[in-house]
């Protein structure tokens, strides 16, 4: 998979896709994004750390994956767990820090939102 899709990725990419889709994503897609991509940015991950989000942020890009992502809720299940298994396996790389700002960010996004939505993202991965 890494290949496949992690050439589909790029920051700027991932911007326009969130700032279109983040809304209809819903806030525990684009937390799980948002954990994902300051775990890239951080100058301490390894590089096979970073080609394994890359390709789950490419898959996510990509309007064509297994689900069509216009389909509200749905379209972004197939999304989520690939985001999911991803966040499991880079687990050891998310630091506090890194939580934190993908929290605020969430937060500033969708204003309020109930701290479930955030901690069953986390439950499920660290």
Same mark, same amino acid.
């Given at each position: 998979?890494?290949?496949?899709?992690?050439?589909?990725?790029?920051?700027?990419? %991932?911007?326009?896709?969130?700032?279109?889709?983040?809304?209809?994503? =819903?806030?525990?897609?684009?937390?799980?994004?948002?954990?994902?991509?300051?775990?890239?940015?951080?100058?301490?991950?390894?590089?096979?750390?970073?080609?394994?989000?890359?390709?789950?942020? =490419?898959?996510?890009?990509?309007?064509?994956?297994?689900?069509?992502?216009?389909?509200?809720?749905?379209?972004?299940?197939?999304?989520?767990?690939? %985001?999911?298994?991803?966040?499991?396996?880079?687990?050891?790389?998310?630091?506090?820090?890194?939580?934190?700002?993908?929290?605020?960010?969430?937060?500033?996004?969708?204003?309020?939102?109930?701290?479930?939505?955030?901690?069953?993202?986390?439950?499920?991965?660290?």
């Amino acid at each position: 998979m890494d290949k496949k899709y992690s050439q589909h990725f790029s920051e700027k990419s %991932l911007w326009d896709k969130l700032k279109q889709f983040g809304k209809t994503a =819903g806030a525990k897609v684009v937390y799980a994004v948002l954990l994902l991509l300051y775990t890239f940015q951080d100058k301490g991950v390894s590089t096979k750390t970073k080609l394994s989000i890359a390709a789950a942020l =490419g898959y996510f890009i990509l309007p064509t994956d297994a689900i069509i992502d216009l389909t509200p809720i749905i379209g972004y299940s197939d999304d989520l767990g690939v %985001l999911l298994f991803t966040l499991s396996a880079v687990a050891t790389s998310i630091t506090p820090e890194i939580k934190a700002k993908a929290r605020k960010k969430a937060h500033e996004w969708f204003g309020a939102i109930d701290p479930q939505e955030l901690n069953d993202i986390d439950n499920q991965t660290f």
